[in-house]
């Protein structure tokens, strides 16, 4: 079985500072890793994934993220947040040994970026 | 590329009924995926399509089905309605091949049983 754990409900900061949201996971095989922000009354929207390669990807709207294989975490992080970036934050994974396997979201961050 | 389509938007059932919900993925993806999204239990995966078979199924009852057509449009359908199946209805749509699995979401359709 395949689970992702977002330790925090919310996270809040200030405008300017830097911004990490949390996430770990679990899963069997190769890990494929995804982060979604979901604005209000809209649907998610992706943001960055990790399939292989470097530990460290860029995505959408200056995020990047943090594959650690030893810590099987993917925190999701802005050297400057924005409160345009206040949102809700989804970390998900996928069982990256299978095409038909399913992706597993955790319960979601939200992100309160104060001016 | 116009992006995830999906109708209606809004639905409002009673106890009982059946409902069937539509989605239009983006041009050229193949795999077509549906999960709920309740405020309590979050994003439950409900099932995948890719061309037209079911890839994998999450752990809901048999009330709940899908299909795919021959042009990656999705259905799902609801049998007898319960209060609980009240929920924020997400569908999502990938190229769903090796590497590419991120998945593009529709808006929704929000279903209210009464």
């Known amino acids: 079985a395949q689970s992702v754990a977002q330790p925090e409900d919310q996270v809040n900061v200030a405008e300017g500072n830097p911004l990490t949201v949390k996430c770990t996971y679990s899963v069997s095989g190769n890990p494929y890793l995804f982060w979604y922000v979901q604005y209000p009354n809209r649907g998610l929207q992706f943001l960055l994934k990790y399939i292989t390669g470097d530990n460290l990807v860029k995505g959408s709207y200056g995020f990047e993220a943090e594959f650690n294989k030893s810590q099987t975490s993917f925190h999701l992080k802005k050297p400057s947040a924005l409160v345009s970036d206040s949102a809700l934050y989804f970390c998900a994974v996928r069982d990256g040994g299978t095409n038909a396997g399913k992706s597993t979201f955790g319960d979601g961050t939200t992100l309160t970026v104060k001016p | 590329k116009a992006g995830v389509t999906q109708t209606p938007r809004y639905l409002i059932k009673t106890r009982g009924q059946q409902v069937t919900l539509s989605c239009s993925p983006i041009?050229?993806?193949?795999?077509v995926s549906w999960y709920q999204q309740t405020p309590g239990q979050g994003l439950q995966f409900l099932f995948e399509?890719?061309?037209?078979?079911?890839?994998n199924k999450g752990n809901f009852p048999g009330r709940f089905s899908g299909r795919q057509f021959s042009n990656s449009r999705s259905e799902m359908n609801v049998s007898t309605l319960e209060l609980g199946d009240s929920a924020l209805y997400l569908c999502a749509s990938s190229l769903g091949g090796e590497g590419h699995h991120e998945q593009y979401f529709g808006p929704g359709t929000r279903l209210t049983v009464t």
């Open positions: 041009s050229g993806h193949r795999s």
């Open positions: 399509y890719f061309s037209e078979t079911q890839r």
